[in-house]
């Protein structure tokens, strides 16, 4: 059984993935462009092979900006839960955080001009 600092540490982790999914869907970033763009996180959701195989098997089929969304809910849906176990919600789990922290984490994935 995980311990409570061990369940916290999963739900910070779904939650921040979450964030930055959201900020990159709402983005003008080209769907092609998704999984490099995620190279940016300091969360490595690039190198997540979930993450990765999803988003390289939606680029050959043409519907990332799908399989991106489904796994922004996904990603939502863990922290949720997470939650639940902590009997908190998503709102206090964010403010836990450090805002200086939670902005550098956010920004990671804000577009960037050319």
């Known amino acids: 059984m995980l ?11 779904c939650y921040l993935a979450f964030r930055q999914m959201a900020i990159l869907y709402s983005s003008d970033e080209a769907p092609s462009r998704y999984l490099e763009t995620l190279g940016r996180s300091s969360l490595d959701l690039a190198g997540d092979p979930f993450i990765r195989e999803t988003l390289e098997e939606a680029l050959l089929e043409e519907r990332v900006e799908e399989a991106l969304h489904h796994l922004m809910i996904m990603y939502e849906g863990l922290a949720l839960a997470l939650c639940e176990v902590l009997e ?22 804000v577009l960037r001009p050319s």
Request: glycine fraction near 4%; avoid cysteine.
């Open 3 to 13: 311990s409570e600092e061990e369940v916290t540490q999963r739900a910070i982790y």
């Open 88 to 109: 908190t919600d998503m709102e206090t789990l964010g403010e836990s955080l450090p805002p200086a922290y939670l902005e550098e984490i956010l920004n990671e994935l």
